[in-house]
């Protein structure tokens, strides 16, 4: 997640908050109980989902334990390294400004064109997904996106002046990469050339599909069809299907956008559309970037997109039937007759959780007949009730009083202003949802909750303590009959993350284990162990309330004992992002994203360095956001 201190909220409905229904149901919150006692059914697992510099192991005093969670529990650390359990190590494998294929690396003052760019790996390395070959375990293809850029490291002088070009190699190191990589001697290798290598960018263009393509809201003077659009915006989590392809969400893509006229709609409101933008200037050298100059442009974005990594001629697709907000994660499961269901968070204050699920059943034998799936189905957002069961209200034109009387002129109309219908059916405000896993054993679903320091005392009652949720928290819920198409669940809270040590009640939580704050990605182990990647904003870390957390940190949790162990501990500003395994186990790949954050969201150009030195330490003259790979030095099961 792109963090933004300064981030509006832009949900004014009368739906409840989430806080609301906790304060209600206090027994909810009876935490690592377990998980919910239902039989498992089919699902998709999400199982499958780094060669320059080795780190070492760091070795603690902390017994080994939590059952089959076997590693050394590290301590909390504000060093500007990575940390791992004794017993494995930790390899850098692909960094911003690294070749994607046969191109040539980056330049260390990052003189580099936007040409240039282009055949490197962007900035800010976030979601990933590991697509192995057919019968190969570890040999395939790595998959990750690039959020968002700090322009005072992507250029060499920072952004004075601004120019065309530099707005051309900041859209061009967006986007995400796709990377061949190789286990071989115990060492993990990007395959350079590769066929399969490719970057996707702010530029590259793109189909528009689904029930909203082709619409009069998607219309522009560029593309009168409404069918096309260039580039995909602010990537930040990621899905994949059980076809093969790749998912990659548009999350904060408003922050792009101006309304130079000021005169900005109520649409554009809720989507945190401004005058004055966050602080890309896009605009000033690609007018398509003003909404007063064009006024459609900017619903071409906050989807999800559709990328085939195995076919570097494809074209990505925006798949409109998911709706539109700004999404964080794409998370599929099959459900019992086979459609298939998507999970997917909004990442802003007061949001929602959807879940969308398809009309036709997914084909095992026939790949080809997947290709659409996405384009079809229905759309649906949450509903947490007080007595712990929850409802998937439809998002569907005609129903639910979605109609034309109520302001929506049909379901192209609706996906466009997803939020706003939400709004109207009484979706739950959430506390930033974020990344969804699914237990490839018992079928739950768990989603981050990063946290909201906006709630007041206007949004709870006294029965709910957490006043200010700053740390965050995890629910889990099951779908009735445990059917990923079901329009019914059962929720819990399975963490509220805090420190017990703080004297106010709303800030201790009830972590058994580790502390931790603001969980931001997850995935799941075959095993079935949950892996919690965090976020917290670098102008908080190590002070204050959070002066005991140490810098991000990836931990892994039993979800059935509620027990949580840190494994990783990440370099100073970075965020822990990306968690992804190989088939087997033996690899787990991670995002280091952002290393030396400036609290002002863009570095000094004279002074790269102020925070962060990681990855290239001293040989570097930057910051690096990148990917690394940690394999247990016997070659065994990560966590075991």
Not at 367 to 392: C, E, I, M, Q
Not at 505 to 522: M, R, S
Request: glycine letters at 10%.
């Amino acid at each position: 997640m792109q963090n933004a201190p300064d981030e509006i909220v832009s949900n004014p409905s009368a739906n409840e908050h989430f806080s609301d229904v906790l304060a209600i149901n206090q027994q909810r919150r009876q935490l690592l109980q377990g998980g919910f006692a239902l039989a498992a059914t089919t699902l998709l697992a999400g199982v499958a989902g780094c060669a320059r510099t080795i780190t070492k192991p760091e070795a603690t005093s902390v017994e080994a334990g939590l059952g089959s969670l076997a590693f050394q529990a590290l301590p909390a650390s504000a060093e500007d390294a990575i940390r791992v359990p004794l017993g494995y190590s930790a390899q850098v494998l692909f960094g911003w400004g690294d070749p994607v294929s046969d191109g040539p690396a980056m330049q260390p003052d990052a003189s580099d064109s936007a040409a240039l760019q282009m055949q490197q790996a962007g900035m800010h390395h976030d979601g990933m997904h590991f697509f192995p070959f057919p019968g190969l375990e570890n040999h395939g293809l790595l998959v990750m996106n690039h959020e968002y850029t700090d322009d005072g490291l992507l250029h060499v002088d920072g952004m004075t002046p601004w120019t065309a070009e530099k707005v051309a190699k900041s859209k061009a190191a967006h986007g995400a990469s796709v990377i061949e990589v190789k286990l071989k001697n115990q060492q993990w290798k990007v395959v350079r050339p590769s066929r399969f290598g490719r970057r996707i960018s702010a530029d590259t263009p793109m189909q528009i599909s689904g029930p909203a393509s082709a619409a009069k809201y998607l219309q522009t003077a560029e593309d009168p069809s409404g069918t096309r659009v260039f580039g995909t915006l602010n990537n930040c989590a990621n899905g994949f299907t059980p076809w093969g392809t790749y998912l990659t969400c548009e999350e904060n893509w408003s922050f792009y956008f101006v309304n130079s006229s000021g005169n900005i709609s109520a649409h554009e409101k809720r989507y945190g559309i401004t005058q004055q933008g966050l602080r890309y200037r896009w605009h000033e050298h690609d007018e398509r970037f003003d909404t007063a100059k064009h006024a459609n442009e900017v619903n071409r974005f906050g989807w999800i997109v559709e990328i085939d990594p195995f076919d570097p001629t494809s074209m990505p697709i925006k798949r409109t039937a998911l709706g539109r907000c700004k999404h964080e994660g794409a998370t599929t499961r099959l459900a019992p007759d086979g459609r298939v269901a998507v999970y997917m968070g909004d990442d802003e204050r007061f949001e929602y959780i959807y879940k969308f699920v398809s009309r036709d059943r997914f084909d095992a034998k026939n790949p080809k007949a997947n290709r659409d799936l996405l384009d079809h189905g229905t759309l649906y957002v949450a509903k947490f009730n007080a007595d712990g069961s929850g409802d998937w209200l439809e998002l569907s034109y005609g129903k639910n009083g979605l109609t034309t009387d109520n302001g929506f002129a049909d379901q192209a109309d609706l996906l466009v202003r997803t939020r706003m219908a939400a709004d109207a059916v009484g979706a739950t405000k959430m506390d930033r949802p974020e990344w969804v896993a699914v237990h490839p054993q018992t079928g739950e679903v768990f989603v981050t909750c990063t946290n909201n320091t906006k709630r007041t005392a206007e949004n709870i009652n006294a029965a709910n303590d957490r006043v200010d949720n700053g740390f965050g928290h995890i629910i889990a819920w099951l779908e009735a009959s445990n059917d990923a198409a079901s329009q019914a669940f059962t929720w819990k809270i399975f963490v509220a993350c805090g420190d017990p040590s703080l004297e106010k009640a709303d800030k201790k939580g009830n972590i058994k284990g580790d502390l931790f704050a603001c969980p931001d990605g997850l995935c799941f182990d075959h095993r079935g162990f949950l892996w919690i990647g965090t976020d917290m904003f670098c102008d908080v870390l190590n002070k204050g309330d959070y002066k005991n957390f140490g810098n991000n940190q990836l931990l892994a949790a039993d979800t059935q004992t509620g027990e949580i162990k840190r494994f990783l501990t990440g370099p100073v500003n970075c965020e822990i992002t990306g968690p992804v395994f190989a088939p087997d186990g033996r690899s787990l790949f991670v995002n280091i994203q952002h290393p030396g954050e400036n609290p002002n969201m863009r570095s000094d150009p004279d002074q790269p360095k102020t925070f962060s030195s990681w990855p290239d330490g001293d040989k570097g003259n930057k910051p690096r956001s990148a990917t690394v790979v940690i394999r247990k030095n016997d070659g065994g099961v990560i966590g075991s």
